[in-house]
């Protein structure tokens, strides 16, 4: 396979899967500002937005403050910004479109047909029914985006290259989610478990569609440190730390045996994985989780980097 | 470097047996060097298997059986990807600070003979624990001959090195107990070793050191080869000493005498690597 078709069928999965956790974290900010007041809110939930979509700096030189319209405008449709939900659907139709052959015809209309939907969505006129609308046609893209190619691509490189482009965004999103509310997250010695935190953990655990699946695992009332748990460690979780990099590692080892060489990639991949599974929430608490949320943000980066260097590069 | 490993350990008892219950540490975990590309354990029979961990951070099942069992196996097959760090390991997990590896234990206590051994090998002039450490490994590689016939799983540092003789568990023990004699923590390493002379067909895994120096963290210490570890070999399981790391435990009611039979067959697997 090309290093281009490659390059373009791992950007495609990687901005389709943004796309989606932009549509999340602006669904959940929405349901958390809309509790009252009297909660007594420390800071603001659409800064907090724009910190774990990771474009703060973008943000800021654009707009004075951030409030629902602001957020709203930026993060979803702002033709500035290169990671709102626009952009990353019409990035990843151009990465699909330019190796239309290499994907199979459900995942081409899936994604071509979103693009050509995009158009109707009228940014300026929606009040919060229709954004809540267009948020969940968001996620339906990548959902049908995902499952055709689950369901129709062979099982073989193009198909493991979209498998690691999602799944090293979504490890990403999840990282960055914790490192923005990993203060809600530490055992606090004042006010745990007020009705403030609860909206707090429970809105962490709806951005990543994970409140049911909490309530499965733990047979409990939401705890901190289990949120934490299910969202770093627990390997039956689809969006966790653990359970991304055993994707990833799964599918490059995939790619190595295919090619019959190893490289920087899998040994990389590899060593997260292996310091993953090998730690325990207490060990991540005592040696600090914001420390190990940011090195795993930097990992994951450097993972990012060498399967371009390895694979995507001519 | 691309190492396959097929292990398999079979037990047929003379009367059957009514229960066996035994801890098996054989399934490794990766660390930087080491990656696992697949791993299984089996067991035939209405053996019951159930993964865990040990305080260590090493991963066992526990095997249970109840009934009438005649035969009893375990069927260990893996392959593994290795890169040589020079004997140092890194990104391995580690549950306790390295002092708890200075407590002895029975099989590793010194006795007069053996402190002396350790003391001579550590006034060769150097402050340099690293440099301490190959002095010792060299030592004991040269004073002690490789031989399986007159020490058992029992016999302690002491008596092996009475002996000067012993199989890589009595080496391996030796090495510890000179260690900590000199104040240096160490542990005991359960593992897998391809030969570098083309033998495939093995009769017993491999063990050897890891000694903790300052400024690398564990280091490797290969006693029965006088090496550091290399690409060749796979870390399995740690421990105080040998009962710590063993690859199988266990104990039974019933079964009268008990024949063991063990096929380790452990060769390199074909696989081009990236420069």
């Known amino acids: ?314 | 470097m691309r190492i396959r490993i097929a292990h398999v350990t079979a037990y047929h008892y003379d009367r059957p047996v009514k229960a066996v219950i035994q801890t098996l540490r054989l399934t490794p975990r990766a660390h930087d060097g080491q990656h696992i590309l697949a791993w299984r354990v089996e067991v035939d029979g209405a053996a019951r298997l159930s993964p865990g961990e040990d305080a260590l951070g090493n991963r066992l099942h526990v095997l249970s059986a109840e009934g009438t069992l005649d035969s009893l196996g375990v069927r260990v097959e893996g392959e593994v990807e290795m890169l040589d760090t020079h004997g140092v390991v890194r990104g391995a997990v580690e549950r306790f600070p390295e002092t708890v590896f200075l407590r002895e234990t029975p099989l590793t206590a010194p006795d007069e003979a053996l402190c002396a051994f350790a003391d001579a090998a550590a006034s060769r002039g150097t402050r340099d624990r690293l440099a301490l450490l190959h002095h010792l490994l060299e030592a004991i590689h040269r004073e002690m001959t490789f031989d399986t016939e007159p020490t058992h799983a029992a016999t302690t540092a002491a008596e092996a090195f009475a002996l000067r003789r012993g199989v890589c568990q009595d080496l391996t023990h030796v090495f510890l107990a000179a260690c900590r004699h000199l104040g240096i923590p160490a542990r005991y390493v359960s593992g897998y070793f391809l030969r570098g002379d083309g033998v495939v067909v093995q009769e017993a895994g491999h063990a050897w050191a890891e000694a903790y120096v300052p400024a690398l963290g564990w280091v490797g210490f290969d006693a029965a080869n006088g090496i550091s570890p290399t690409d060749a070999h796979v870390r399995v399981a740690i421990g105080l000493d040998y009962l710590g790391a063993a690859p199988v435990r266990g104990a039974r009611t019933g079964g009268g005498a008990e024949a063991l039979s063990v096929s380790l067959r452990i060769e390199q697997a074909a696989w081009q690597t990236q420069a």
């Not at chain 1, 190893?262 to 990389?268: F, K, L, T, W, Y």
Request: hydrophobic content about 45%.
């Open chain 1, 1 to 314: 396979m090309l290093s281009r078709t490659a390059d373009h069928l791992f950007w495609t999965a990687r901005y389709l899967e943004r796309a989606d956790f932009l549509a999340r974290i602006l669904d959940a900010t929405t349901r958390l500002t809309a509790l009252p007041a009297s909660y007594g809110r420390p800071g603001n939930e659409w800064e907090s937005a724009v910190a774990s979509s990771g474009c703060a700096a973008g943000f800021y030189a654009l707009y004075d403050g951030a409030n629902e319209y602001t957020v709203r405008d930026f993060l979803a449709f702002s033709p500035t910004n290169p990671s709102s939900i626009r952009n990353c659907l019409s990035v990843a139709r151009n990465n699909a479109r330019a190796v239309r052959t290499a994907l199979t015809i459900e995942m081409w209309e899936a994604i071509n047909d979103a693009w050509l939907e995009l158009r109707r969505f009228d940014a300026k006129a929606m009040d919060r029914e229709e954004f809540a609308r267009f948020l969940e046609w968001v996620k339906a893209v990548s959902l049908a985006f995902e499952g055709s190619s689950h369901r129709t691509m062979l099982r073989n490189d193009a198909y493991w290259f979209t498998r690691l482009g999602t799944a090293i965004e979504r490890a990403d999103n999840t990282a960055r989610i914790l490192d923005v509310k990993y203060h809600v997250l530490l055992p606090a010695t004042e006010q745990v478990g007020g009705s403030l935190d609860y909206f707090q953990w429970t809105t962490i655990l709806r951005e990543v569609s994970a409140l049911t699946a909490y309530h499965w695992v733990y047979r409990e009332s939401v705890k901190p440190w289990l949120v934490a748990d299910l969202l770093i460690l627990n390997r039956q979780m689809p969006r966790s730390l653990t359970s991304c990099y055993e994707t990833l590692v799964r599918h490059l080892d995939l790619i190595a045996e295919a090619y019959g060489m190893r490289g920087a990639s899998q040994r990389v991949a590899s060593t997260t994985l292996a310091r993953l599974t090998g730690t325990r929430m207490e060990d991540v608490f005592q040696s600090g989780l914001h420390e190990f949320i940011s090195g795993f943000i930097a990992d994951n980066n450097r993972l990012g980097v060498t399967i371009a260097e390895q694979y995507l590069m001519p």
